[in-house]
């Protein structure tokens, strides 16, 4: 390369820049994954730090990264060296083990959890079980509303039905859009609340999942409450979980939230299978123009930092309300939107991760 034109180390991250992190829009240099560059005569070499169960992504990276820097006018020589680490969780104490027991007849349970209220988890965890069921109804799907205090997927499925018992004592599940349904909503009336202490709600939430007749199930979704207090700890403790699903919204307020439920499933040894940003942007049917109303890249930065799948990005519409508020899911009344979509490539993900 002519002296005038020396390789430089800004020369180096800006030609990376151009290295998208798999599945984001925004570069590994941003991301702060580039950790050292070496510049010797016409010889370059980085350094790049990734976190990530994925084996696909650091070959990906390498690749990428490799040809970018041998696209440098002056580089004889291109050297990627890749520190992979996977996520860390922690482990618990001595004593603390959690009994690794499963419902019997389901192959696979789902958590869906938020750390704070409103961000849209009923809603995703509906049109992802309806997702997950398949359009051809290939999967057999269960879905429980853990949200004791607030439960909502009654109104989403479009049903107040009463749940029966058999001989045995166990409770059926309502049937509805081919999914099995369990939601303490169907046991008390639109209007009543429910007044119940710690103890209680443990125990409720023991038996829905417990004394409930899920039958022969590929996955169950487990709708839970905002928050990481009783009800999460009851799960945990009660069924082996295949796995969490976490939804935000991109505004901070909502991601030091989601973090507290991320840390949470570590610190018990669930995978997070990954996040969810819900109302990501407003697309606008007048002028057609997108709008972050709750801030943008959010959820891009807290995926790469948990070092997890950012599964989808959401949009505010008034359709996916709609739906819910006339118990027609969105992935079941328009799979073929846009929106239905994303919850149909959700339910790849994970059905990827999760082998049945």
């Known amino acids: 390369m002519p002296s005038s034109s020396p390789l430089t180390r800004e020369g180096v991250l800006d030609r990376l820049r151009g290295v998208k992190y798999p599945g984001y829009s925004r570069d590994i240099v941003s991301f702060g994954m580039v950790k050292d560059v070496r510049i010797d005569g016409t010889r370059v070499s980085v350094r790049i730090s990734l976190t990530t169960a994925d084996a696909r992504i650091p070959k990906q990276i390498e690749e990428t990264a490799t040809a970018a820097l041998e696209s440098i006018p002056g580089v004889s020589e291109a050297t990627v060296q890749l520190d992979v680490s996977a996520p860390v969780t922690k482990a618990l104490q001595a004593g603390e083990g959690l009994p690794q027991t499963k419902i019997e007849g389901v192959k696979h349970i789902i958590a869906v959890a938020s750390g704070k209220g409103g961000v849209g988890k009923s809603t995703v965890a509906a ?51 081919d999914l099995n349904l369990m939601s303490m909503g169907f046991l008390l ?66 991601l030091i939230d989601a973090r507290k439920a991320a840390t949470m499933f570590g610190k018990v040894n669930v995978p997070i299978l990954g996040l969810v940003e819900n109302m990501s942007y407003f697309l606008c049917p007048n002028d057609g123009n997108r709008y972050n109303i709750f801030g943008s890249g959010g959820g891009e930065r807290e995926a790469a930092r948990l070092g997890v799948t950012l599964l989808a990005q959401i949009p505010l519409e008034m359709g996916l309300r709609e739906s819910g508020d006339k118990g027609l899911p969105l992935a079941l009344s328009e799979p073929e939107s846009a929106t239905g979509h994303l919850f149909y490539h959700i339910a790849n993900v994970i059905r990827q991760q999760c082998v049945v």
Not at 237 to 251: E, F, H, K, W
């Open 189 to 254: 009336d639109d209007s009543a609340p429910a007044i119940l202490r710690g103890p209680m709600v443990t125990r409720y939430t023991q038996q829905f999942l417990r004394s409930v007749d899920w039958g022969e199930l590929d996955y169950l979704v487990l709708d839970l409450p905002p928050g990481t207090g009783d009800i999460q700890l009851t799960i945990v403790q009660t069924v082996a979980l295949s796995g969490a699903v976490i939804v935000t919204t991109p505004q901070e307020v909502a």
């Open 127 to 177: 049109n992802l079980a309806v997702a997950l069921r398949g359009e051809k109804n290939q999967m057999r799907v269960g879905l429980c509303d853990c949200d004791i205090y607030g439960p909502s997927i009654g109104l989403m499925f479009g049903t107040n039905e009463r749940p029966t018992a058999t001989e045995e004592g166990r409770i059926q599940p309502i049937r509805r859009h």
